[in-house]
């Protein structure tokens, strides 16, 4: 179908490196015209890079991009923009306050908009509401008051109304980031369609999906990244689930042999029933003191909610926690912590540290209390539990008196650990826990967790890392849509059962856990 | 990365060893700069004017910088949990005027008037506290209002005529002296000491550091923030009204114009000034205790040089430009060799 159309976009010879890590390595990708390319990987194959680097928000390392035939200056949106690439990003730049019109307008004025130097000022409302409206419906979006403000509006409607707002630069390469992530059926089908005739109309389409069987239905050209490289490029005939698995999984990875959870009738420290909260559940699961328990599933499929829940960091709408043997209800996560839970957050900046202050004051955290009598905190206890604590967790610094914010990501995170481990809790909830961390920090990290375990720790570890789930649980739950949908025990370890599960193409027929035998 | 990391301490081995930490340390702590400044400026006039450096400037300059040490503290405190208190200066200025028509209208004695005004300001810092954690208002906003009200409550309550005929008990207060120590100073140092502790040495004020640095991640490391916040509020309230005791038993008259009108600023300013972080969850008492002594240094100061009072302003403006950029610039320097 795509014969003797003219190329949109070709990329040649591109990397993207960050320090010695290459995460985007593609000799030569050529976008055509009328053809939609879907993109499909695991998490961190580099589809974000390679829509960055279309898209002009990521500069490439090495290499040339040339969208319908004009070089694109890197590291340009604004440039990649004129030129006609348009990117409907995962999450939504739009600017809530404003209103749909606004939103969708943003960046440019209206067509027909009053001319003369005032329309270059002055903001023609009318003619502003009549574009909304026209690309509204061209989108096929309906019941959308154009003068409202979008914060009004529900995610999956924000979403329609981003893609309008790409649809509106008339884009030559229309990029898709999993944008039926966070809509219905109906929707979906919608966005497949826009796609289907921004293809038809000559334009190119590049579609970044997680849903196989969606990307079966759209794609003309289905390409698999690992690792950032591109190791298939199937036409939709080829591209069976089973084989896109294969080729995104790669081979596995020899499993190195783990220690089971030390004593065999361990009670068990952690033990949800039914428990709900926004977008979360109901969810069964037990944690055993000693074990290490995985939570897969794709963005959005509930694995963090599910931890701070736990933490008591999002209010729970239902369902009981059992925390060794007692009924738990927290209500803040001091509660959580005062009953023996720690939990290592995703995004470190963000949820973790105190970025100017010192790596003492950051370890010491969680233990202030425990470390100070009578509320007074003493300098000499104070340092020599930091001390401590650098010290057992092998963190590398100059002094703990250095702001945390000049470590690398792998100390930082060590420290982090440290923090909750020399609180000495029963569970300890990681997300994310080696994200922006070096291989050999991860290897570090990796043995903290597997020593607290051997020591009766129960930890419940989510990551998008499959490997580094296969490599460190002792059994993994698959979560979709805020459920869990499998529980594997190691014997039963598999990329490949993980991601169909986690996909959800046949969500009836996985497990609902095991968790209430 | 590890690399990076182990070849500092062998880089800074290698340079010479005993001034390089030093300086360093000079160089990373942000207070040293206005405590310079502090210094030069004393010499300084001290060496131009020696009136300037007598006792009775001196303890003039005492009694000033306990008013404005007073509210700069209580302003900090609030500065370090990421927000901003606007009332502090009107709220004293309504304190003044609460306390003598309590004493002097209401016929309570003294002790009763100070009781009562230390309650209604602390129970004013406790609904800006709870505006601003349960509600999520701006503290901007909340103490604006405040600031409004206090000062019509002033004018209200005096139509615009002081109150006279206020106890003995505030000007003994007031305008005692300890071994020529003004006891206004006296009672500012013990407040900013009990201030210091709470911040250097309790898990109470390390906390509060924590919420003003990254609130987010204090509440996942288990710390009620909202708490910590509450109590910055309510001390910043009570801390205006202690002032505003302060400021009545020295003027001997409840002053109905002009009274804390525009403090705040000069408590922003004189916390700024000391390397406190606007922001929030940075900035020490020593910084602040400094930048008020600045302030007060430069304002007597230019009194003294016999300057135009009306090119006063002009200069504390600049100092505290000269501040924030010194600041500024100290920052980058460090975020880039880290």
Known sequence: MAAGSETAASLRDVTKAYGPVKVLDIPRLDLARGQIVAVVGENGAGKSTLMGVLSGTVTPSTGTIEVAGRPLPPGRPDHARELGVALVAQEFPLVGRLS????????????RAAGGPLGRIVVDRPAMRAEARALLAEAGIEQVDVDRPVERYPVPVRQMIEIAKAWGHHPVV????????????????????????????????????????????????IVVLRGGRLVADLCPRDATEERMIREMVGSDLARAD????????????????????????????????????????????GRSRLLHTVMGAQPRTGGEVVLDGADFRPRHPADAVAAGIGLVPEDRKVQSLLP?????????????????????????????????????????????????????????????????????PKLLLLDEPTRGVDVGAKAEIYALIDEAAQDGLAVLVASSELEE????????????????????PRDRFGKEVIMTAAAGTQPAAAPQGKAST | ????????????????????????????????????????????????????????????????????????????????TGGIDLSVGALLGTSVILMSWFNVRAGLPPAAAILLTLLIAGALGLVHGLAVTRLKMAPFVVTLVTYTVAQGVTLAITSGTSITGIGGTFSDLGQTYVAQVPLPL????????????????????????????????????????????VSMYVTSSLLSAF????????????????????????????????????????????????????????????????????????????????????????????ARRG
């Not at chain 2, 004017?49 to 009694?63: R, T």
């Not at chain 2, 309790?202 to 509440?219: C, L, S």
């Open chain 1, 100 to 111: 749909v019109a606004e939103n969708l307008l943003l960046g440019r004025r209206p067509a």
């Open chain 1, 174 to 221: 229309l990029i898709l980031d999993e944008p039926t992530s966070s809509l219905g059926p109906i929707e979906a089908g919608r966005v497949l369609d826009l796609a289907r005739r921004h293809a038809a109309a000559g334009g190119a389409v590049l579609f970044i999906g997680h849903r196989l069987d969606e990307v079966r239905a759209v794609a003309d050209r």
């Open chain 1, 258 to 301: 783990l220690a089971p959870p030390s004593s065999v009738e361990r009670s068990a420290t952690l033990s949800v029933r039914g428990l709900t909260a926004d977008g979360l559940g109901p969810v069964d699961l037990d944690v055993r003191a000693g074990e290490i328990v995985g939570v897969a599933g794709l963005m959005g499929s």
């Open chain 1, 356 to 424: 100017a202050h010192s790596v003492r004051w950051n370890v010491t955290l969680a233990t202030l209390r425990r470390i100070s009598r009578c509320g007074v905190l003493r300098p000499r206890r104070d340092k020599e539990h930091a001390a401590r604590v650098i010290e057992d967790l092998g963190v590398r610094l100059r002094s703990p008196e250095q702001p945390i914010s000049d470590l690398s990501g792998g100390n930082q995170q060590k420290a982090v650990f440290g923090r909750w481990l020399a609180a000495r």
């Open chain 1, 469 to 488: 789930l296969l490599w460190i649980c002792h059994r993994i739950v698959v979560m979709a849509r805020g459920r869990i949908v499998a529980d594997l």
């Open chain 2, 1 to 80: 990365m590890n690399t990076s990391t182990a070849a500092a301490p062998a880089a800074a081995v290698t340079d010479d060893k005993g001034r390089r930490p030093f300086v360093r340390l000079l160089l990373e702590t942000p207070e040293v700069g206005v405590v310079a400044a502090c210094v030069v400026v004393f010499v300084a006039l001290a060496l131009d004017k020696s009136s300037f450096a007598g006792a009775v400037n001196l303890q003039g300059m005492g009694f000033d910088l306990a008013q404005y040490g007073l509210i700069a503290i209580g302003e900090s405190l609030v500065i370090l």
């Open chain 2, 186 to 229: 006296i009672l500012f140092v013990v407040v900013a000491l009990i201030a210091w502790f709470f911040l250097e040495r309790t898990y109470a004020g390390r906390q509060v550091y924590a919420v003003g640095g990254n609130p987010e991640a204090a509440r996942l490391a288990g710390i009620r923030g909202d708490r910590r916040i």
């Open chain 2, 243 to 334: 002032a505003g005791i302060l400021v009545l038993g020295r003027m001997g008259v409840g002053s109905a114009s002009g009274v804390g009108v525009g403090w705040e600023l000069s408590a922003i300013a004189a916390a700024v000034i000391g390397g406190v972080s606007l922001v929030g969850g940075q900035g020490r008492i020593i910084g602040i205790v400094a930048g008020t002594i600045l302030l007060e240094l430069i304002n007597n100061g230019l009194t003294t040089l016999q300057i135009n009072p009306n090119y006063t302003n002009i200069v504390l403006g600049c100092v505290l430009g000269l501040a924030i950029t010194a600041d500024r610039l100290r920052a980058r320097s460090i």
